[in-house]
């Protein structure tokens, strides 16, 4: 199938062929046409499956179809609330990517930075609002924003919202949509707090669900190294230097591991730069742009700051830490294996994290193949401690992965080539 079988306007294909797109991604060979048959979609998917074009697509259309409908001052007709700055910059880039020929204006806002430039957008009016929950409500308590107007709207990465403390939020935010509208709920997990969040937003409504398998594990060659915590960094060191040209997306559990991270590195004379919460939205924004433009080679993130981040011909995703949540190393990986594209990702493993590594393999329903090879290996005698379980409220977030489980009887399995990373395919 390809993008012309789906009954999009040419202004909107004109724009993806520009951008190189031909053929759609699973999830959106199966969300544009019930999106454009104007349906309530719940879709259970995470990023790199190609949802933002699934939902901005079909919104474009809409808004397009209907312009000789407006009259004077353009007025906010299609919301999209994301949880971080940098999601939400992203959905904007491509909305003003995919909508370059229909004529219509997006803006985005977000907290952080000074609101001067956001509001004199908003003055100048606007289509379509992409927005991060807590500068909207602010903007609408002071009355730069009207949401009376709202056709479409769209709650994005549902569980992330959940994570960071922002139902309450979202729930303001629902009851001044107005009734009549077309919604759109997106989350890579489904725990019960955001099931029961998703039936407030959508009326009658289709769902479609891309596994994480499907979506980023078959496509990315993964590998693990058991390596202490102390090498990891003489590890990383040795991997960029092995490969100088790379782009790689080290991702740590920690605000604070992430600047070490950093200090380590400049130490050894390589270039980084860390975004977290902690970093002004002005550091993440110059480091994020200086990863994309190839300025800058190593980018250190943890899990929230990396939402949004959409390199093309990202060479490798690193996770310098294994996640206590599996279903966070499937977001992490996703990175790299991009909608069609395939990419390397690397873990680095030390003994207290192997449970994390055997939760991990569960939920992909794979072993990652050991690097065994490698000049700082595991000292298996090694003293450490019990690795900590993840709390109650994280095992409540983590989705149940029952179904998930291992072949009976399968090993773990060897890479063949004796590399320090395997490369790519073809």
Do not use: W
Request: positive net charge; contains cysteine; glycine residues 6%.
């Amino acid at each position: 199938m390809i993008f012309k079988d789906l009954n999009i306007i040419e202004p909107i294909l004109k724009a993806l062929q520009e951008e190189g797109y031909t053929h759609p991604t699973p999830i959106q060979e199966q969300a544009i046409p019930i999106l454009i048959n104007r349906k309530d979609l719940l879709g259970c998917a995470q990023t790199g499956t190609g949802k933002t074009a699934a939902f901005t697509i079909p919104i474009l259309q809409h808004l397009y179809n209907s312009k000789g409908d407006s009259k004077g001052k353009r007025k906010i007709k299609s919301l999209i609330v994301t949880p971080t700055r940098e999601l939400a910059i992203q959905i904007n880039e491509s909305i003003t990517s995919y909508g370059k020929y229909t004529g219509l204006k997006n803006v985005v806002i977000f907290g952080g930075v000074k609101q001067g430039g956001q509001t004199d957008a908003l003055r100048r009016g606007t289509d379509i609002l992409v927005a991060t929950p807590g500068r909207l409500l602010d903007l609408i308590s002071q009355g730069f924003i009207s949401l009376q107007d709202i056709k479409y709207f769209v709650l994005d990465e549902a569980d992330q919202m959940l994570d960071m403390g922002f139902i309450h939020d979202i729930k303001k935010i629902i009851a001044k949509l107005p009734f009549k509208r077309q919604s759109l709920f997106f989350s890579a997990t489904m725990p019960p707090a955001i099931a029961e969040l998703s039936s407030t937003i959508l009326k009658e409504h289709e769902r479609i669900t891309i596994k994480p398998k499907q979506a980023t594990a078959e496509k990315v060659e993964q590998a693990v190294y058991f390596v202490s915590k102390p090498n990891k960094t003489k590890l990383l060191i040795h991997l960029i230097e092995e490969n100088p040209e790379a782009s790689i997306l080290v991702f740590s559990r920690t605000k604070h591991g992430a600047d070490k991270i950093v200090r380590l590195l400049t130490k050894a004379h390589i270039k980084s730069a860390a975004i977290h919460g902690n970093k002004s939205q002005g550091a993440r924004q110059r480091a994020l742009g200086n990863f994309k433009k190839g300025e800058l080679n190593i980018l250190i993130a943890t899990d929230i700051a990396a939402r949004g981040i959409d390199v093309e011909e990202l060479s490798l995703v690193i996770n310098y830490d294994l996640p206590n949540i599996p279903e966070t190393y499937v977001h992490r990986i996703g990175r790299t294996g991009r909608a069609k594209a395939s990419g390397i990702a690397l873990s680095f493993c030390n003994q207290e994290e192997k449970a994390y590594l055997k939760d991990i393999q569960k939920l992909i329903n794979q072993q990652i193949p050991l690097v065994e090879e490698h000049p700082f290996p595991l000292d298996e005698n090694e003293e450490v401690p019990l690795a900590p379980k993840p709390s109650k409220n994280q095992r409540k977030k983590s989705k149940r992965r029952a179904e998930h489980k291992p072949k009976e009887g399968e090993n773990m399995s060897k890479p063949k080539r004796k590399k320090y990373y395997p490369r790519k395919r073809g």
